[in-house]
Every structure is written in C-alpha cells, then in structure tokens.
C-alpha cells in the first residue's frame, strides 16, 4: 500500500510568515510523529500523536510551533513567525502501535526554506 | 536526555564489511533502533534490540550491550547501494514511547 506522504516537497518563505506541513500517514497506523532534521544530523524529535491527542510534545521548541491531528489521521504541523533557524527538512513518520519494536515508517519529508 | 555517538564517516570497499558502533548514555534504556537514509531520502528501518546480543538480519547484524551502553551495526558483502548514512536512535524509560533521540549519523562510502 501507499506510504507515508508529506506535502508539500518544497517549501520556501519569507521570514515572518506562517507555514502549514501537511502529513498522511499509512492507513490504519495510529501513531504519527514529527521530526526535523538539519543537514548533517539526525531527526530530531518534535511530536508525537497518538489517535487525536498529542501525547508527548516536549521536542517542540517554542510556542510559534504548532501541531493537529484532528481525526487521527492526517497531521497538520504549523509554524507561525517563521525564522531562518527553522530551516530544515521535517519529517513525518507513523506506526502501527506505540513502543517495543513497533517501526516508525518515514515520508520524504518537506524541505522547508526560510529566506 | 541521551548522549549518542557515531563515527561521521567510514570508507570501505565493496564486498567487504563494515562494523559501524553507537555508544549512548541514557536514564534507563528502552530500545535501540538502526535506521538506513540514503542521501535525500525518507530513513528506513533496519534492525530493533532491547536485549543483549546479536540480532542477524539477512547482511546485516546488530548488536547490544546494555551495561556497556554500547550498539553495533554489522554490514556483510558491502553492496554500492549501501552508500548512505546510517543512524542508531535510542528510546529512553523517561520519554514517552514514540521519542526516539537520533545520534547523527555514520556517512558509510563504499567504494569499488
């Protein structure tokens, strides 16, 4: 079946604008996780959605950062005041359960560009 | 928090094989996954351990010390497409289920 789908592929604003990174995870998994990565590291942790709710949101860095599942399937990560430093590529990832061997299954992920 | 590290970049000739290791410092461990990306792309998941020992997959092994906080990945009959970086990503007793903390990254270049 289809993976985990991320749009869009590229995304490049202005400083101060406010962007919207859409995520369809695989069918049926009920987990969904957000990451970002910087080039030459490795994903770093924002979110993670179990069902509707958020249940662990400690990796988002400040309150410009914001994330929505509102029917436990596509994800919807916000970024309001957007700043160079949020340049990255953010990925999405999803799961059929939660802990223990359970895979994340990453999408391609959306390059995001802040000029 | 975690500490995770890997060596940046590691060369090695086709066929033969490489040894990649992830050492880590973590506040009760939960979990240690491999995880291939190639340059680019989305990683994929290559291997689990939670116990000591080796886990074997195909040309590819992993294995763990939990009192040694310390992982390997093994590579067998290096392939060129096995040219890509490859993470080691820990969970941790005091995080949720889903955070999983991402060392950087070993840059695997293999060569003819």
């Known amino acids: 079946g289809a993976g985990v789908s991320q749009t869009p592929s590229n995304k490049v604003t202005e400083k101060g604008k406010y962007v919207e990174l859409r995520c369809d995870p695989i069918?049926?998994?009920?987990?969904l996780y957000w990451y970002r990565q910087s080039l030459g590291q490795g994903p770093e942790f924002l979110i993670y959605f179990q069902g509707t709710g958020a249940a662990d949101d400690s990796g988002l860095p400040n309150d410009r950062f914001f994330a929505v599942r509102p029917e436990g399937s596509v994800s919807t990560l916000k970024i309001q005041r957007t700043e160079r430093g949020d340049s990255a590529v953010y990925l999405c990832?999803?799961?059929?359960?939660?802990?223990?061997?359970?895979?994340?299954?990453f999408g391609p992920g959306t390059r995001l560009t802040v000029t | 928090g975690q500490n995770i590290d890997q060596p940046t970049e590691m060369t090695a000739t086709e066929g033969a094989i490489v040894q990649i290791n992830c050492t880590y410092q973590t506040s009760g461990f939960n979990g240690l996954f491999w995880y291939q990306q190639h340059a680019g792309e989305a990683p994929t998941f290559l291997s689990y351990?939670?116990?000591?020992g080796l886990e074997e997959k195909g040309r590819f092994s992993s294995f763990l010390s939990r009192s040694k906080g310390y992982s390997y990945l093994l590579l067998k009959e290096l392939q060129m497409k096995d040219s890509a970086s490859y993470l080691c990503?820990?969970?941790?007793?005091?995080?949720?289920?889903?955070?999983?903390?991402f060392g950087a990254g070993t840059q695997v270049v293999v060569t003819p």
């Open positions: 069918s049926g998994h009920t987990a």
């Open positions: 990503a820990v969970r941790s007793l005091t995080d949720s289920w889903g955070k999983l903390q």
């Open positions: 990832a999803s799961s059929s359960g939660q802990g223990g061997a359970y895979e994340q299954y």
């Open positions: 351990n939670v116990l000591d």
